[in-house]
């Protein structure tokens, strides 16, 4: 099993000093899709997996989820989250063991789903069907200091509910004069630079691992695809993510780093638990 870069207490530590240091934007990769931005007081974390429940889920079946990298918190130590979100209903983006436990140590925390899904999510989580805020495409939704909207993901179509409300989603977050797009899961489709150039992200957070059919589970953009994605919406740099999760499902960096320095697009690989700060 690999090694998280930092964990547990010193993880903690490092996000709490973080309080201090106004005007700095910071970073952690917290593995798999799972990301935690901190900017001045106030804290998002994209779709965290902080649990080990798909391995027990899959132990003795023909799809095991053998974990590759040790966790790097658990997740009701972390505490001052503003904001979580859940880009669509698969365990590793909403996971009730990783989920349960936050909301618990932040009871003042709101969280963002898509609109099609809160029926699913409330039963999932156990919470109040009217509290996570919902969004669409082409929505926009404010909650504390966020102004959070609504992207079409394909994982691997572009599915909408019988309202015509998209199941998979991805989300553009602004801070302060920062602006995010974590994907959530998806491959590329029609149409996707135009909806995202407006948005001069300063950060892209998208999926590496690839879209193989003998893997058995829905596919997304493999590392050559993120780099031009994130090219072609003139991203100021690129987090990889979704890869040294689970053995079945992973890839390495070099064909995402090998793009991105080909294509002259700003790039940060980051391991688990380690921080990225931008000033």
């Known amino acids: 099993m690999k090694t998280a870069y930092q964990k547990g207490t010193q993880l903690l530590r490092e996000i709490r000093q973080a309080d201090y240091m106004m005007d700095e934007l910071h970073i ?27 391995t027990k889920k899959y132990a003795d079946t023909d799809k095991p989820h053998v974990r590759i990298t040790e966790l790097v918190v658990e997740p009701g130590t972390l505490k001052g989250i503003d904001l979580v979100t859940s880009t669509h209903n698969h365990t590793d983006h909403l996971d009730a063991d990783t989920l349960g436990p936050l909301i618990v140590a932040n009871p003042e925390m709101s969280m963002i789903i898509p609109e099609a899904n809160r029926d699913f999510v409330a039963e999932r989580l156990g919470c109040a069907t009217d509290w996570p805020v919902g969004l669409n495409d082409q929505s926009t939704v404010e909650v504390g200091e966020f102004r959070i909207h609504g992207i079409p993901a394909a994982h691997t179509d572009l ?92 890839a390495t960096t070099d064909l995402f780093v090998s793009s991105c320095e080909s294509l002259g697009q700003n790039y940060t690989v980051l391991q688990n638990g380690e921080q990225l700060t931008l000033t």
């Open 28 to 54: 952690w990769w917290l593995g798999q899709s799972g990301f935690l931005v901190h900017w001045n007081e106030s804290k998002i974390l994209f779709d965290p997996y902080l649990s080990d429940s798909l």
């Open 159 to 250: 599915e909408r509910d019988e309202q015509g409300r998209c199941i998979f989603m991805g989300f553009v977050a602004e801070i302060g004069p920062w602006k995010f797009y974590h994907s959530g899961d998806t491959i590329h489709f029609d149409g996707i630079e135009d909806i995202l150039k407006p948005f001069k992200v300063d950060v892209a957070f998208l999926p590496i691992n690839g879209n193989l059919p003998e893997r058995r589970v829905a596919g997304n953009l493999d590392g050559k695809e993120a780099a031009q994605l994130a090219r072609d919406i003139g991203a100021g740099t690129v987090i990889p993510c979704h890869y040294d999760m689970f053995e079945f499902n992973t």
